[in-house]
C-alpha cells in the first residue's frame, strides 16, 4: 500500500487523507508520506524580534525567487 501511496502527488494525497481519514493505518502512512516531502522547514522568529530592515530584506527575497 505504502508504496501505491508514494507514487500519489501531493493533492492525491491531500484526497486520500480526506476520503480514509478513519482508516488509522492507511491514513498514518499517507500522512508520513505526505509530511517527508515538505522541504520548507525554516521558522522565522516572531516580528516582534525582527528589526524592519530584516523583515524588508526576507519579503524581497522571498519575491524575487517568485519571479
Known amino acids: ?3 501505491h501511496l508514494s ?3 501531493n ?3 491531500r484526497q486520500y487523507l480526506s476520503e480514509h481519514r478513519n482508516d488509522e493505518e492507511n491514513f498514518s ?3 508520513e508520506i505526505l509530511m517527508n516531502r515538505k522541504h ?3 521558522k522565522y522568529p ?4 525582527i ?3 530584516e523583515i524588508e530584506a526576507i519579503l524581497k527575497d ?3 525567487k517568485k519571479q
Not at 516572531?46 to 524580534?49: L, N, Q
Open 40 to 42: 520548507n522547514n525554516f
Open 7 to 9: 507514487q500519489m502527488n
Open 29 to 31: 502512512q499517507a500522512l
Open 46 to 49: 516572531p516580528p516582534s524580534e
Open 1 to 3: 500500500m505504502k508504496e
Open 51 to 53: 528589526d524592519a530592515e
Open 11 to 13: 493533492t492525491e494525497l
Open 62 to 64: 522571498k519575491l524575487n
